[in-house]
């Protein structure tokens, strides 16, 4: 853990070797939630240690879910008490600063025949959640909002619901799972229909579990029926394409380096950064393909490469959403304009993405102009070291610390240790990598 300034060596370096990055933390975060809710022991390997997903773990005991994690294999065995075994908590359920986490397991507690109160830190607090409320409400849940501003604390108070057909306004996973799940509980089906097709894991996971549900990607569309028998199951997570990320960035951007992160999940609704690499004309290669726990994961390999600037916009916003941070730190090192549009939901995360992206490229040097939806990069500017402000946002800590690695001289970030949020092993990992 770093608790004080974290300062890279004096760029720029290079970086070699082969690297397992951690498991995929929105399939660590469903491992644990639909454990919980089905029968007998599901036995999860791989799984994200980090405080995202014990946030979720936490939250799943204090329900009365007996839960062990092994800390040292990554390895956690949940013994769930079926769709109705949850029971009331003797107090607030504390989400962390994790949106998966609050938003998910409202739909869940939204079905419970018991009171639920959820907070989390002050970022979680800041985050919109009229997107889950709504439909939730429209389903018949009563789920409130303690300040009246749309945001955590949230109440949720028993009642009876009824499966709806809902449009999301916005391409999310979390509102489309948090729909999904409370229709677990409800009368009849419900389905979701979004603007663009989000991570797919809660509709592959939940038919793995036992689930009957209908997917439709083709219409961005899901369709789950109520009341099934989930059953244990055996799931070994893949390794994180948003982690690997950080790699396959320092990869082609840092001079005569080479890179293989294996076993990295690249379901195709997770796998947009694979597009803008070869957009960028980056020298990548995939391999050993295979299907891991109903999960495409393959090894993927990237060299030092010149990279042109790119498009990026529409349906491939939600396949990349996590990978924006980076994907901007090698639009900076490209040659020419990146333009990265439809990409609003990037203000609503952890921090306001496209600011904090926008101040540091920029104090670093960089010529990119910020847009309501996204921004326009002018690549190619040489950009130098400066002091990083994160806002404790782990996904700003990591870009830039490979931002910092390739330009000249320092990047210090003042919050280092934010990185624990998805990513705890992330510094260590960086330097074992540098030539
Ligand atoms: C996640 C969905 C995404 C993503 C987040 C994890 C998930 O959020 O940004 O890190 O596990 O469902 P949205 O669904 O709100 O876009």
Redesign the pocket.
């Known amino acids: 853990m770093y608790q004080a300034e974290k300062v890279f060596p004096e760029a720029p370096v290079s970086m070699h070797g082969e690297l397992k990055v951690p498991g995929d933390?929105?399939i660590s975060?469903r491992s644990v939630m639909f454990g919980s809710l089905a029968e007998g022991l599901t036995e999860v390997s791989g799984f994200l240690n980090s405080a995202d997903c014990r946030s979720t773990i936490s939250c799943f005991r204090a329900l009365g879910i007996p839960i062990d994690l092994d800390e040292e294999k990554d390895r956690v065995l949940i013994h769930g008490r079926g769709l109705n075994g949850l029971r009331e908590a003797d107090q607030t359920l504390d989400t962390g600063n994790s949106?998966?986490t609050t938003?998910m397991i409202s739909g869940i507690l939204a079905g419970q025949n018991f009171e639920s109160h959820l907070n989390g830190d002050a970022s979680i607090q800041n985050r919109p959640m009229k997107r889950i409320m709504e439909p939730l409400q429209e389903m018949g849940a009563r789920i409130t909002s303690d300040r009246g501003n749309d945001c955590a604390p949230l109440t949720i108070r028993p009642s009876h619901l009824k499966g709806i057909t809902y449009h999301t306004k916005v391409?999310?996973?979390?509102?489309k799972?948090c729909i999904l799940l409370a229709g677990l509980y409800a009368d009849g089906e419900t389905t979701v229909i979004e603007p663009a097709l989000?991570?797919d894991?809660t509709e592959r996971m939940l038919s793995a579990f036992g689930a009957k549900v209908i997917r439709e990607p083709e219409k961005h569309k899901a369709t789950i029926f109520s009341h099934p028998k989930l059953s244990g199951q055996k799931i070994a997570v893949p390794a994180d394409i948003?982690s690997a990320a950080y790699f396959l960035a320092a990869g082609l951007i840092l001079p005569d380096s080479e890179i293989t992160l294996k076993d990295v999940n690249i379901n195709p609704t997770r796998a947009g950064i694979l597009d803008v690499i070869q957009k960028m004309n980056g020298n990548f290669s995939i391999e050993n393909k295979r299907l891991v726990s109903g999960e495409e994961v393959a090894d993927l390999t990237v060299r030092s490469t010149s990279l042109q600037g790119c498009r990026i916009e529409g349906d491939l916003i939600?396949r990349l959403?996590?990978e924006i941070p980076v994907i901007a730190v090698m639009a900076a090192f490209a040659e020419g304009d990146t333009l990265i549009k439809d990409a609003a939901?990037l203000r609503v995360?952890e921090s306001d993405r496209i600011q904090s992206i926008s101040e540091n490229l920029q104090a670093m040097g960089a010529d990119l102009e910020e847009r309501p939806d996204g921004m326009l990069i002018h690549g190619g500017k040489a950009l130098h070291g400066t002091s990083i402000q994160t806002h404790m946002d782990h996904r700003i800590a990591m870009a830039f610390t490979i931002a910092g690695l390739a330009a000249e001289g320092a990047v210090n970030l003042d919050q280092p240790s934010c990185v624990n949020i998805s990513y705890p092993t992330f510094y260590e990992e960086v330097e074992s990598l540098i030539d």
């Open positions: 933390k929105s975060h949106g998966t938003r391409a999310s996973a979390q509102v799972s989000s991570r894991h948003s939600p959403i996590d939901e995360k």
